[in-house]
């Protein structure tokens, strides 16, 4: 089978490296792909949120299977021009995946479910929002309603950065100038990942990101610098409440709405001493949970995503290893702000060379037989072992392998599971 990924960084490298490993792959094909990424897979320069280009790129090079990896595609109806071409895709409709491009949208659909999700209220003006925070007893959750790379949610610590989060949103920081302001929610963050179908929805994993740049969840928030799976809070019976109370009842109002849900949703949640509640809906992979999650799945990650696509998650067994996974994301100095390319990084086959340890690219490029930095998150080195506590102190030794001054990254990735563990 022929295939084409959509989507340059570690999630893609991740999604690649699992399904180049299947049987049914013959030919594997990325766009616009990375310098990890050309290890397993053939990269084409694409416009990949033009769908009629995809597809055009898809009929002329004979693509069977199609997987979309970032958002930005799925918002822009990529999947549905594939669809209508004839051309098998993974990932949800245009339609569908507003669960993602609009938070307010995902409010209405957890009401109408039934699940459980934070108090909110929508702004379009800001003298509105100022109004709605000057009310409230407690600094809350400032969001921006559209896609923002992560990077669009303010957990605010006092009322003035409440304040200053509402005046970045409608000055037009995140795109469309629309405010959701919910009550902060008080537990642990975990993320948990289904596949769906548009009828059967399969569990697909749970893994704890940090979105905080600095150790210890401090400064502002980035696309994440770390993950690790399983997330030990989403025991069996959690993941059964939350299955069942949130992710269940949304695919079932997606369908109830004419808008069924076909792909990987990607359930961030808060586990409160009242049990889960939704925090957000993303309709792909996590970055950097994916990466996690490929290294503990034991069966056929394409032949999986194929079963989703086609209506058969019925029939879909998923076996995992036991071993836990974790991910460091190297991300070049400055980010989430301004920061610098083009910077060498060394010392990866080192790196590589350590037991348990697998190295993602995410935002490199290969240049004058160097690798270089090309993006604000740049790896994702991860690691498996017998123990969380293993596999983290893998990969913080391939971590110290790498040789790039250039780079950021946290040295506490996992503190929550190592802590209850001791």
């Known amino acids: 089978m022929r295939i084409l990924i959509l989507g340059g960084g570690g999630r893609e490298h991740a999604l690649a490296w699992a399904v180049a490993k299947s049987r049914a792959c013959t030919a594997l094909f990325c766009a616009p792909g990375n310098a990890g990424i050309a290890e397993v897979a053939e990269c084409v320069a694409l416009p990949v ?11 002329a090079n004979r693509i069977e299977f199609v997987i979309v990896g970032p958002e930005a595609p799925l918002v822009a109806g990529v999947a549905d021009v594939l669809r209508a071409a004839g051309i098998g895709v993974f990932g949800p409709s245009a339609a569908a995946a507003e669960l993602e491009a609009s938070k307010a949208f995902t409010h209405a659909v957890a009401s109408a479910c039934g699940a459980p999700m934070a108090a909110h209220a929508v702004f379009d003006e800001a003298g509105a929002a100022r109004a709605y925070l000057a009310g409230l007893a407690a600094a809350p959750v ?81 696309g994440g610098m770390g ?93 995992w290893r036991p071993e836990p996974a974790i991910t460091v994301v190297m991300a070049a100095r400055g980010y989430p702000g ?35 930095a090309s993006g604000g998150r740049v790896l994702n080195v991860s690691a498996t072992g017998t123990s969380l506590a293993e596999a983290r102190a893998r990969a913080y030794r391939a971590v110290d392998a790498i040789d790039w001054p250039e780079g950021i990254w946290r040295r506490d990735i996992a503190w929550r599971a190592l802590e209850r563990s001791s």
């Not at 949120?49 to 009929?59: I, N, Q, T």
């Not at 993303?282 to 950097?288: A, C, I, L």
């Not at 920061?339 to 935002?363: C, D, K, N, P, W």
Request: with cysteine; net charge negative; proline share 4%.
């Open 142 to 222: 400032v969001k921006a309603d559209g896609l923002a790379a992560g990077k669009g949610v303010v957990v605010a610590e006092t009322m003035a950065e409440a304040e200053a989060a509402v005046d970045a949103i409608f000055a037009g920081a995140f795109g469309t100038p629309r405010a959701v302001i919910e009550e902060r929610l008080i537990g642990e963050e975990a993320s948990l990942f289904a596949l769906s179908d548009g009828v059967t929805v399969v569990p697909l994993g749970s893994a704890q990101d940090h979105k905080r740049v600095g150790e210890g969840d401090t400064g502002p928030n980035t």
């Open 227 to 319: 993950a690790y799976s399983p997330a030990p809070v989403m025991t069996a019976a959690m993941t059964q409440r939350a299955m069942a109370e949130i992710v269940r009842p949304a695919v079932a109002e997606m369908a109830h709405r004419g808008t069924p849900f076909v792909g990987v949703l990607y359930a961030g949640l808060m586990i409160t001493a009242e049990g889960p509640k939704l925090i957000e809906f993303n309709v792909r992979f996590g970055d950097p949970e994916a990466q996690v999650l490929v290294l503990r799945l034991g069966s056929d990650l394409l032949e999986a995503l194929q079963a989703a696509a086609e209506g058969r998650l019925a029939e879909l067994t998923l076996d």
């Open 338 to 372: 301004a920061y610098e390319t083009g910077s060498e990084i060394r010392g990866l086959a080192e790196a590589r060379a350590i037991e348990g340890v697998t190295v993602f690219h995410a935002g490199t490029a290969e240049r004058d037989g160097a690798v270089r």
């Open 49 to 59: 949120e033009d769908g009629a280009a995809v597809a055009a790129w898809c009929a």
